[in-house]
T-cell receptor, first 114, second 112 residues
Framework: QQQVKQSPQSLIVQKGGISIINCAYE??????FPWYQQFPGKGPALLIA?????SEKKEGRFTISFNKSAKQFSLHIMDSQPGDSATYFC?????????????FGSGTQLTVLP | NAGVTQTPKFRVLKTGQSMTLLCAQD?????MYWYRQDPGMGLRLIHY???????AKGEVPDGYNVSRLKKQNFLLGLESAAPSQTSVYFC???????????FGNGTRLTVT
């Protein structure tokens, strides 16, 4: 059972446009929602993260919007650049027992055209 | 400062063969994780460790074993490889539950 559903699977955006990736979760006990960025041949790297006590977090061109009642969160990339072309994963976790275990979405392959 | 190093980078196994994947970290992190990444399925947690000498099962532990004899190393073993274990394997580490994960660059394993 996939606890974090991510869409779209792939996304093509023109340079300068806005990229939007959406995720929905089921477990209301999740208390940490990170987004990871992965380039080909590399491991994922943390991009930005949010906790459910805030509705939005912005870091540079990247913004997370969080809707606790709808159990949804999204990543917005403003002024998208070709260098943003990568695979993006949303995730959610609970600090369960001894370690925080992340549940990942299925990923979105973003292509930004020059 | 290498961060998280995974060896080997690529490996091809025949069904039934065994192998060990090594994850080494030089950040003195307590927590270490093994994930597998498959197309359309994101990353799924196989096993993890919260410190030297400890291991615990994740979401998809069957067919894998792990050991953490030294703080800096986390080994993932496949005793009898199956085609279903064809995947890209990532190791990750973190200092504590409130810090981000640091991933290695992965091991691409093919089982024929």
């Amino acid at each position: 059972q996939q606890q974090v559903k991510q869409s779209p699977q792939s996304l093509i955006v023109q340079k300068g446009g806005i990229s939007i990736i959406n995720c929905a979760y089921e477990n209301t006990a999740f208390d940490y929602f990170p987004w990871y960025q992965q380039f080909p041949g590399k491991g994922p790297a943390l991009l930005i993260a949010i906790r459910p006590d805030v509705s939005e977090k912005k870091e540079g061109r990247f913004t997370i919007s969080f809707n606790k009642s709808a159990k949804q969160f999204s990543l917005h990339i403003m002024d998208s650049q070709p260098g943003d072309s990568a695979t993006y994963f949303c995730a959610a976790s609970i600090s369960s027992g001894s370690a925080r275990q992340l549940t990942f979405g299925s990923g979105t392959q973003l292509t930004v055209l020059p | 400062n290498a961060g998280v190093t995974q060896t080997p980078k690529f490996r091809v196994l025949k069904t039934g063969q065994s192998m060990t994947l090594l994850c080494a970290q030089d950040m003195n992190h307590e927590y270490m994780y093994w994930y597998r990444q498959d197309p359309g399925m994101g990353l799924r947690l196989i096993h993890y460790s919260v410190g030297e000498g400890t291991t615990a099962k994740g979401e998809v532990p069957d067919g894998y074993n792990v050991s953490r004899l030294k703080k800096q190393n986390f080994l993932l073993g496949l005793e009898s490889a199956a085609p279903s274990q064809t995947s890209v394997y990532f190791c990750a580490t973190t200092r504590d539950n409130n810090s981000p994960l640091h991933f290695g660059n992965g091991t691409r394993l093919t089982v024929t």
